[in-house]
């Protein structure tokens, strides 16, 4: 072997420091599919959203002002659960 092979084949140490890592707890922050479901799931419960009503995906886009993916999550979230049930054309 090479003096340079072998310099790099030897693992070196490091000094370990003896002081506490001070770090801020991580907050979970609501997703904005978590948060449109919230917000759906407390129109359907005080009736703003009224039995029978059908949502679509593209009308929750435009009235919470989110894309299709988080409206598409909840959506889905909420007929898994059995609040929401699924029509003709996925509505």
Known sequence: MTKALQMVSQPTRKARSTTPLQLVPVVRADTLGDQAYGRIREAIASGAIPPGQRLT???????????????????????????????????
Do not use: D, K, S, Y
């Open 57 to 91: 995906v593209r009308g929750l886009v435009e009235a919470l002002g989110i894309g299709f993916t988080p409206a598409r999550e909840a959506l889905n979230r909420l007929a898994a659960e059995g609040i929401l049930a699924v029509g003709p054309n996925r509505t």
